[in-house]
């Protein structure tokens, strides 16, 4: 069974990167959150140990179904009925897929719904999701979104939108282009 993380263990050396002591003791408010939720890491072997098997079930979903859908996906494309958008149907397998791994939300906090990762595993799934498809990964990524949402929307707005993105909708973009220019898919 083909595994886009285990498969490339270059991508490993981001983990093993002296910072990574650091950023994760900052990320993880000095393990403060161990005691709160039983999948918060209680020290940083806890923690890498946690990223290190998250990032292999990307990349078993990556190597197998999200890989696998798509050519077909290609093929397929979106559509749009009823002004609503209706994905392919291995878009729509993805999304499920990554929604029942709890893959969505990933960089936001545990209090929000996220899995509270550091932006370095963040992109490294990000890197193995567009490796699987590149399309996908501009839909699976649209979840970045809620980082500006984080950073700068009211508390009432976080927990309205928040919240919905760890749980699996998708964001959106606005563009410009009259019909949506190209096959953003």
């Known amino acids: 069974m083909a595994n886009f993380y285990t498969d490339n263990p270059d991508l490993k050396h981001h983990l093993s990167h002296p910072l990574m002591q650091k950023i994760v003791a900052l990320k993880e408010r000095d393990y403060s959150e161990a005691d709160k939720y039983d999948y918060a890491p209680y020290n940083f072997e806890d923690a890498m140990d946690n990223y290190d098997k998250v990032l292999e079930i990307v990349g078993e979903l990556c190597g197998t179904t999200i890989a696998d859908n798509a050519e077909d996906v290609d093929h397929q494309g979106p559509r749009v009925e009823n002004g609503r958008v209706i994905y392919a149907d291995g878009t729509s397998q993805n999304l499920e897929a990554c929604r029942k791994a709890g893959l969505m939300g990933m960089a936001m906090p545990r209090c929000l719904g996220g899995l509270n990762f550091p932006i370095t595993p963040y992109i490294m799934a990000a890197d193995i999701v567009s490796r699987a498809d590149t399309g ?43 019909d949506a220019g190209s096959d953003l898919q």
Do not use: H
Request: aromatic residues 12%; hydrophobic residues 35%.
């Open 136 to 178: 996908f990964e501009n839909l699976w990524g649209l979840q970045d979104c809620a980082e500006t949402i984080y950073e700068f929307a009211s508390e009432e707005q976080k927990q309205k939108y928040i919240p919905r993105v760890c749980a699996g909708e998708t964001m959106s973009m606005d563009l410009t282009e009259p």
